[in-house]
């Protein structure tokens, strides 16, 4: 993996958003994302702007990686004087609270249906 490749796929996992959010960003296949963030294309300075914009960076942060500036970036509370989020920030943790609560739920049902399983084959223990 590229330098820059990896640096883009830090900022993105930071930011939590995934390659096909990223590509479906950028009008590409989630194929062709994954090939910026292996290196194995060549990423024109323009791409590298929109990818810097929407993992709200400036270019030279996607070129030269400082991951403690970025994440202490990610940590400053966005919004007026008064420290309030801004609704695109509560629309985005409202929906990745909700992606969250929708993974528990799979994982608990299927949790609970190997525990089925488990009790078919050998009985309550």
Same mark, same amino acid.
């Given at each position: 993996?590229?330098?820059?490749?990896?640096?883009?796929?830090?900022?993105?996992?930071?930011?939590?958003?995934?390659?096909?959010?990223?590509?479906?960003?950028?009008?590409?296949?989630?194929?062709?994302?994954?090939?910026?963030?292996?290196?194995?294309?060549?990423?024109?300075?323009?791409?590298? $702007? =929109? %990818?810097? @914009?929407?993992? !709200?960076? /400036? #270019?030279?942060? *996607?070129?030269?990686?400082?991951?403690?500036?970025?994440?202490?970036?990610?940590?400053?509370?966005?919004?007026?004087?008064?420290?309030?989020?801004?609704?695109?920030?509560? $629309? =985005? %943790?409202? @929906?990745?609270? !909700?992606? /969250? #609560?929708?993974? *528990?739920?799979?994982?608990?049902?299927?949790?609970?249906?190997?525990?089925?399983?488990?009790?078919?084959?050998?009985?309550?223990?």
């Amino acid at each position: 993996m590229n330098g820059i490749g990896a640096n883009i796929k830090n900022i993105r996992e930071l930011r939590n958003y995934t390659q096909e959010f990223m590509a479906q960003k950028l009008k590409i296949t989630q194929a062709g994302y994954s090939k910026i963030e292996c290196g194995e294309s060549d990423v024109p300075y323009s791409k590298l $702007k =929109e %990818i810097a @914009k929407i993992l !709200e960076v /400036k #270019v030279e942060d *996607l070129i030269s990686f400082d991951q403690q500036r970025i994440f202490n970036g990610f940590n400053t509370v966005k919004g007026n004087n008064s420290n309030n989020l801004i609704v695109n920030d509560i $629309k =985005e %943790i409202k @929906k990745l609270y !909700e992606d /969250k #609560v929708s993974l *528990l739920e799979k994982l608990l049902k299927n949790s609970e249906s190997q525990l089925a399983r488990y009790q078919d084959k050998f009985g309550d223990i």
